[in-house]
């Protein structure tokens, strides 16, 4: 079955750059888009990237996606990080030959 | 503005079938490219995929718990429905209800409810 794998944590300075990444475990990631969901503790998810690299309205120009051929991965980059941005991140595709959702095991991203 | 609700038990003994209702507004169902889906979250662990359901009556299942997952629409009450049979303490979780786009983006999340599976 198709998975996605992220680190479980990184931590970062305010200010600094962070770079999260989503490795699939078979075919290509880039056959389906990727979104990437932020999770503050005790709420529900909201998107942060959608279609690998869309921010939805609302999300800061700091947040963006990108998608990596060569090793079948994704990326969440987050720049000028703030306290604010401290959370869990998930990302999530479709595994198109057995059609089902797959999310990521998610990131906590701890701003420090 | 579109928003979602869960409704349900909030504690389902072992061996029971958990019934969950998704109430929403803001969008229809029978609107050409437009799902829900449902999505779990144990405590203190990773967000889960159960299923989708889509506006031509499409429907998506998790691979590992397809057998004891159903999942239904009723478009004139703008609901959803999820059962799944045989709950065991593992299926402790929020569960979640989420608009879906064709594109597999679920951009509309519910508050989610904590269901306990417990004697």
């Known amino acids: 079955n198709f998975m996605l794998t992220q680190p479980h944590s990184v931590s970062e300075s305010p200010g600094k750059t962070v770079t999260i990444s989503c490795t699939g475990s078979?075919?290509?990631?880039?056959?389906?888009?990727v979104q990437w969901y932020q999770q503050r503790p005790g709420s529900a998810p909201t998107t942060v990237i959608y279609?690998?690299?869309?921010?939805p309205s609302g999300v800061p120009d700091r947040f963006s996606g990108s998608i990596d051929s060569s090793s079948n991965s994704a990326s969440l980059t987050i720049s000028g990080l703030k306290t604010e941005d401290e959370a869990d991140y998930y990302c999530?595709?479709?595994?198109?030959?057995?059609?089902?959702?797959?999310f990521g095991g998610g990131t906590k991203l701890t701003v420090l | 503005q579109i928003t979602l609700k869960e409704s349900g038990p909030t504690l389902v003994k072992p061996t029971q079938t958990l019934t969950l209702t998704c109430t929403f507004s803001?969008?229809?169902?029978?609107?050409?490219?437009?799902?829900v889906g449902w999505i779990r979250q144990p405590p203190g662990k990773a967000l889960e995929w159960l299923a989708l359901?889509?506006?031509?009556?499409?429907?998506r299942y998790s691979p590992s718990l397809k057998s004891r997952l159903t999942i239904t629409k009723d478009t004139s009450k703008n609901q959803v429905v999820l059962t799944m049979t045989n709950m065991d303490p593992v299926d402790t979780a929020t569960y979640y209800c989420?608009?879906?786009?064709?594109?597999?983006?679920?951009?509309?999340w519910g508050q989610g409810t904590l269901v306990t599976v417990s004697s």
């Open positions: 989420a608009h879906a786009e064709v594109n597999w983006l679920l951009d509309y």
């Open positions: 999530q595709s479709y595994d198109s030959s057995n059609h089902y959702v797959v």
């Open positions: 279609e690998d690299n869309q921010r």
């Open positions: 078979s075919g290509s990631i880039a056959s389906n888009y």
């Open positions: 803001g969008f229809s169902l029978s609107t050409s490219g437009v799902g």
């Open positions: 359901i889509y506006w031509d009556d499409d429907k």
